[in-house]
């Protein structure tokens, strides 16, 4: 009994390398020249707890309900940019939601007149 399962356990061990090459695990965030750029900045806030990935594939965790400003996307993810000193980095598109109503930004309307 005990031979038999040490047999299992020989073939298991290079049936689960076998898949594990078939089906690279890999952590890192898509790249920048996948992304398609949008024409202005889009504010979208976080609808669940998830996290930012740099381009160095540092991650740094994002609570819900965090906006973010966006400028691209690839087909999973989403290119967010910080206009401060905060990193740059890919969300996953299925964790944001874009904002609608009211913005933080003020957005005046500019009247025209006409010249007598």
């Not at 390398?17 to 996948?34: K, N, T, V, Y």
Request: aromatic share 6%; glycine share 6%.
């Amino acid at each position: 009994m005990e031979d038999r399962r040490t047999t299992k356990r020989k073939s298991l061990i290079p049936c689960l390398i076998i898949l594990a090459s078939l089906f690279p695990l890999d952590a890192r965030s898509g790249s920048i020249d996948e992304v398609t750029f949008v024409n202005k900045v889009e504010v979208y806030e976080t609808i669940v707890d998830t996290s930012l990935i740099t381009q160095e594939g540092k991650r740094f965790p994002i609570a819900k309900g965090m906006r973010l400003n966006v400028v691209g996307f690839t087909t999973t993810e989403a290119f967010v940019i910080s206009r401060m000193d905060k990193p740059n980095g890919l969300v996953r598109k299925t964790d944001i939601s874009p904002i609608r109503g009211e913005s933080g930004i003020r957005e005046e309307i500019i009247k025209e007149e006409t010249l007598k």
